[in-house]
């Protein structure tokens, strides 16, 4: 499912114009992907990774876990053909979704897929009548206990119907890959933004400071651009989820909230947290992790972060009363900048 793809993020450290250090400069590169937009910053002598390179590494990933390409494995495997050898970036996805899968207690799960779609937020986007006998019906074929990645790295599922929609995972993992592949090329310091999630590794050598990053208001309105947090990253990947600029308000209560898919239940709920930001070591992990922290509430969530130590987290939330309240983790305070 794709819900927290509405982030809004203000990428400061991109919007530097390039300039000359020494022998360093910065490079950047702008492109589409996914369904939205990148760029990529990189400080260097000279340039070392352009644009079409950069597309054709995302177009690997695509056919890779692309649910919108009916030539990528993943749609391959939804429509039934158990012969798909996967290669290494569905693995990856699929080992960390299993992981965080395990660790919320099945709240994170992308075999929600057929429910995604059901709602109209899949890639045809067509919704179909809903009812409690139709989402239990439904609901048969959602759990990612119920697949399994097998030594010949095929996929076996208990149930033909069951359909894989990494979406709040992978674009993490995008960016991660495309980190990677700048570092292969010996790039040592850097920024990558896709669809809004970001992985900075070494720092603004030229500017001599941290890469800095804003995180939004997830309550203000489309012309407004408000920021609750500046954060430095350094070897650090950041997502944030949340229905940004889509907060619903109940019409009774004046509380604020956004809808959320429970892939246990299969309704789309009312969830009061209104936007999780998470940094991680990876992309990947911030990126399902925020997910998660969408559908789980704020007790399950802060518990799951005492065993959890290397996650930093800001949650923007509703109280009993309405009232917008942050959740911040020791360790994302410290990341916080003046």
Known sequence: ???????????????????????????????????????????????????????SLLLVFDLSL?????????????????????????????????QIFT????????????????????????????????????LVFVGFDKVSLNQDKTI????????????????????????DFLKSKGIQDGIVEIGGEILAFGSNKIEQKNWIVG????????????????????NLGMATSGNYRKVKIDSLTGQKFVHII??????SEKSNILSATVLAPTCIEADGYATAFMIMDLEATTALLKTKKELAVLLIYTDENGK??????DNFKELIVD
């Open 1 to 55: 499912m794709d819900f927290k793809k509405l982030a809004s993020l203000l990428i400061l450290a991109l919007l530097t114009l390039s300039c000359q250090s020494d022998h360093l400069q910065f490079f950047v590169i702008q492109g589409e992907a996914q369904g939205s937009t990148y760029a990529i910053k990189y400080s260097s002598e000279h340039e070392v990774v352009n644009k079409k390179t950069i597309d």
């Open 66 to 98: 692309s649910t919108y390409r009916p030539d990528s494995k993943i749609s391959k495997i939804n429509a039934g053909d158990s012969t798909i050898v996967v290669d290494d970036l569905f693995e990856k996805t699929f080992s960390t979704s299993h």
């Open 103 to 138: 660790e919320t207690n099945g709240l994170f799960d992308p075999t929600i897929g057929v429910l995604v779609n059901a709602y109209g937020f899949g890639p045809n986007k067509k919704r179909i009548d809903l009812n409690a006998s139709k989402i239990d019906s439904l």
């Open 156 to 179: 076996t599922k208990k149930h033909p119907e069951t359909y894989f929609d990494f979406n709040a995972i992978a674009q993490g993992f995008s960016v991660d890959v495309v980190v």
């Open 215 to 234: 995180i939004d208001d997830p309550t203000q309105s489309p012309e407004e651009r408000t920021i609750i947090a500046k954060i430095k990253l350094e």
């Open 262 to 267: 429970n892939p246990k239940t299969g309704v």
């Open 324 to 329: 917008i309240k942050q959740f911040q983790s």
